[in-house]
């Protein structure tokens, strides 16, 4: 399809009749397809299988002791070293907690806010905090913020990573802005990978505040969808030379490696933020599931094993992103008004579509097809030009991806066409 | 041994000589035993190694979808089942979460802090939080209250419970009292269990704060010594009748069924609370480890098989706890400065020697003996009177148990011959 401006009113006219009609075809199709959140396809989710079949037979008896009984707030050694080789920093700088990074992340701002940063100023007690929040970006980052009453401040997010000309301005001269999240590899949504520059930049920001933390998501770290993996520059190898060795906590974990949400997740961090997060813990919990982390050691070894496990996710998800990009291409390929991002990792394609964005995500619902509710990719669901759409391609099979993208390619045209 | 006070100065002195001449062959025998935590030994780790061995042949295919995916924040409905069956509940007055319960009492506290309960003003606006902490107790309940700079109000711990007349007296006068710890049932370190007059006095408590509540850890649920298992009253029975049909929040975990902080711990309270505190955790967590919970559900199964397996335990345990029991009884039967507690269940036995715990645990841990540092028991570690030591017999054999007593023993008559 060619710009629909250049169309004459007429000619606009007959193709939305006709695409009316197509969509009225899909509707009575009845095929329900969901493609709201990054979540394993079934098929993904038997990769780890053989994790909880050989759960017998593995060694519960580590160094430290029993790990199937109390202590080691920290996670168990081994689990410390496999996220400290694939983090690329030590095992003494890193904690791997339960499954899930949005709750390590949520604590470490309710630390923040309750108790204040390295012996800071609780946030409690400012009377502001703000965020500075990449976008589009993933809204459970923006929903921790909107939870604590931080003030998101959104910050064009471009292919080579968040505009650091008004981060560096925005950061460097007001000491409320306390935080920043980001998620540098294949990005949610829109798949980018934060340049060398790029992190180079935010590993050397000047922060008025001193209790400043960049939220380094790292989720899609070993999700690489080709051969090449695209290379993220280790963020903590910059800040050592600085003054901000302490500003970075990375986080990921293994929902989309094993289970979701019932795999493990870990922080990498100074080893000083280190010290400084196991004396709040320990008032929190005795230890993490040392038994579940005994499990994912045992099955994932080490990087290259992950790696090796990750070329079968990859395998899996690969066509279904060709698919959604081969079938954009042929219908919006000259089409000025939609535009996509085409990932090399990661679970998401980010779609602009321009200023209907509500519109076509409605009108996909109306056919069975769920999408992200447009908006969501922005801080305070605020995406002024109502264009960006969330897909999430993992789910479906690709026969329940053809059926959507032909309500998802139809749903665009009306919305286009009807605008006048 | 007799009353120490009746001897003479002279006979005093020939028995410490004596005493110490004992002590320093038990020092010699460079045994070193730990006492000082409530953990299951090996022996009883062992007991739930089939679900590991079976985790990968059973269904992780539930009603609501795939347990392995994201999704039911609050636990699979099978856990939820198995709990509100162990509680005595409703399954939509249950959440079942990772394996610390004391994470979700941190947590519980925490959400009071920062946003309120129910509506309330948050705790963190407040000049003063005040807790009411029965004593000897938990040392991890106290813990969490200092984190938070929550005062403690210690109430003294008795047979049938917290002394009532105080805690009545507390909670109806003085609207910054806003909780109250409890372990019900075999307490944490005396074993007493709360009598039914003492539940029903708690259930119709009149407190000045709406938002006062109850912590009833019930962590010794189902961990009786003996087959006639001592029953503690449904405390939401009664208040379901009151106008506290909120205040209660009841805990319990598997740490001490499966694995010790491996497992699954639930809480139990009003469908009103149950709803309220999942908004929360909404910005926390996508969900617990729901493979975990598929392993304990199909494991534990009900509560009658919960039953057999804690028998196993208590198979394992109860002749430590008898053996600590007949050597005690031994020594110092006759002997009114030396008393202890005789439980049936739970994990620890209260021993109070008169103004000497300080001394008696110093001198047991020089002979490699560890106990809970004296004092802990109490808030602020302020046991006035150092008497109390709490004395966990689950980990060490029987053998090493033998000595840790010959040990305790001679370290008791050495305090006392002391004393002057």
Request: charged share 25%.
């Amino acid at each position: 399809m060619s710009n629909y401006g250049e169309l004459t009113p007429v000619q606009r006219e007959e193709l939305l009749c006709e695409e009316l009609k197509t969509f009225k075809k899909l509707k009575k199709k009845c095929i329900s397809v969901d493609m709201t959140r990054g979540r394993p396809s079934k098929e993904q989710l038997e990769i780890a299988m053989p994790m909880l079949k050989e759960a017998g037979g593995y060694n519960y008896i580590t160094e430290a002791g029993d790990a199937r009984n109390y202590g080691e707030l920290a996670g168990i050694k081994s689990a410390r070293e496999l996220f400290a080789e694939l983090f690329e920093v030590k095992s003494d700088e890193v904690i791997v907690f339960d499954g899930s990074s949005l709750d390590i992340m949520y604590n470490l701002v309710q630390f923040a806010m309750q108790f204040g940063v390295l012996g800071g100023v609780p946030w409690n007690k400012l009377e502001k905090v703000k965020f500075i929040c990449p976008a589009p970006g993933y809204d459970r980052h923006f929903s921790i913020c909107e939870n604590f009453g931080i003030e998101m401040i959104t910050v064009p997010m471009k292919e080579d990573g968040p505009d650091m000309n008004l981060v560096e301005l925005l950061v460097s001269n007001d000491e409320s802005v306390k935080g920043m999240w980001c998620v540098p590899k294949y990005s949610n949504p829109t798949g980018a990978v934060y340049s060398d520059k790029t992190v180079a930049r935010i590993a050397n920001l000047k922060p008025a505040a001193k209790d400043f933390r960049v939220f380094w998501d790292n989720a899609y770290m070993v999700h690489g969808l080709y051969a090449n993996d695209d290379k993220l520059k280790n963020i903590f190898d910059l800040t050592k030379k600085t003054d901000n060795a302490n500003m970075v906590y990375e986080l990921a974990s293994t929902s989309k490696i094993t289970f979701a949400g019932s795999g493990v997740a870990a922080l990498a961090t100074s080893a000083e933020n280190v010290a400084d997060l196991l004396k709040k813990m320990f008032f929190k919990q005795i230890n993490p599931n040392k038994v579940n982390q005994v499990m994912h050691v045992n099955f994932l070894k080490n990087k290259d094993n992950v790696k090796r496990i990750m070329s079968l996710h990859a395998d899996i998800l690969r066509p279904k992103f060709e698919l959604l990009e081969t079938r954009l291409k042929d219908a919006f390929g000259d089409c000025q008004e939609v535009k996509w991002s085409t990932p090399k990792g990661g679970y998401f394609v980010s779609l602009d579509v321009k200023e209907c964005a509500k519109r076509v995500v409605a009108l996909a619902a109306e056919a069975g097809v769920k999408f992200t509710a447009a908006g969501s990719t922005y801080p305070y669901m605020q995406d002024d030009s109502d264009s960006n759409i969330r897909i999430a391609p993992s789910v479906p099979s690709l026969a329940e991806m053809d059926f959507a993208i032909d309500v998802l390619v139809c749903a665009i045209k009306i919305a286009l066409f009807e605008k006048r």
